[in-house]
């Protein structure tokens, strides 16, 4: 009888385990199969997946940050009118950034994540609440470059920021002044510094030569805009989805 109860014992403690690893191989099989639907272009296929493997375990890591910054894609690739779809989006992004926040604080993606989709919620926002969310963007930014400087995308996000904050209309300035807080610090050549950074970094990518050219004709230097487009327009699209971003790139160096 104490040999029978010995073995249900030890069956008892071997079944989760072989479950664990089971359910740990399935996980991995999922973040491989999304990882290819983006690098595919499927980013909807690629989000569901991560939803999937976010079902199996809520506080995975991996798959909290990249099904947030999808979200934060897939609302802004939305047409003008689908705002109330947009929003629905980035909040999905919000809470997914700010779940990876509290179980990640000591990473930076979580912080990136979560000034990327403030960034995208605020556009759809009243002049007061940008501002006043610009601060907190700027804190995710610059607490995900001291986490993880090597990734790229930090950079080109910090290059955009500095660019927004430093041409800022006269209309948003005026609606500054009567926030306490003010307007964050900007600086051209800080925004000119870090894209030009992102890009050594990743130099495969036309969205930051993209966003670099628009700086550039923002401050009104248009040889260096069109210097950047016609790179663009020499380079093979590698990146998922930036082909209407090199469509985007000609039509500009077109106008100019």
């Known amino acids: 009888m104490e040999k029978w109860i010995l073995i249900i014992i030890t069956a008892l403690f071997f079944i989760p385990a072989a479950g664990l690893a089971q359910s ?60 109330e779809t947009q929003l629905e989006y980035y909040n999905e992004a919000l809470d997914l ?17 979560k000034a990327v989709a403030l960034g995208r919620w605020s556009e759809l926002q009243d002049t007061d609440t940008r501002i006043e969310t610009s601060h ?22 910090y290059g955009v920021f500095h660019s927004d904050v430093a041409n800022i209309s006269s209309a948003e300035q005026f609606a500054a002044s009567l926030i306490s807080e003010g307007v964050p610090d900007g600086s051209n050549e800080k925004a000119e510094e870090y894209l030009k950074k992102a890009i050594e970094m990743m130099p495969e990518s036309i969205l930051f030569r993209l966003d670099l050219a628009k700086h550039y004709l923002k ?38």
Request: hydrophobic fraction near 35%; charge should be negative.
């Open 24 to 83: 740990e191989s399935n996980i991995d099989s999922l973040l491989t199969k999304a990882e290819e639907k983006f690098d595919d272009g499927d980013e909807k296929e690629s989000l569901d997946i991560y939803l999937e493997i976010l079902d199996h375990d809520s506080n995975h890591y991996g798959a909290l940050w990249n099904a947030s910054l999808i979200y934060s894609r897939l609302g802004y690739q939305l047409g003008d009118d689908e705002e």
């Open 97 to 113: 950034a700010d779940h990876a926040k509290e179980h990640y604080g000591d990473k930076g993606h979580p912080y990136y994540i």
């Open 136 to 157: 907190e963007i700027k804190e995710n930014i610059e607490k995900a470059a001291d986490l993880i400087p090597d990734y790229a995308p930090v950079w080109h996000l």
């Open 219 to 256: 401050v009104d230097e248009e040889e260096n805009a069109r210097e950047v487009l016609e790179e663009i327009s020499e380079m093979d699209v590698e990146l998922p989805n930036e082909n209407q971003l090199k469509e985007e790139a000609a039509n500009i160096l077109e106008d100019l």
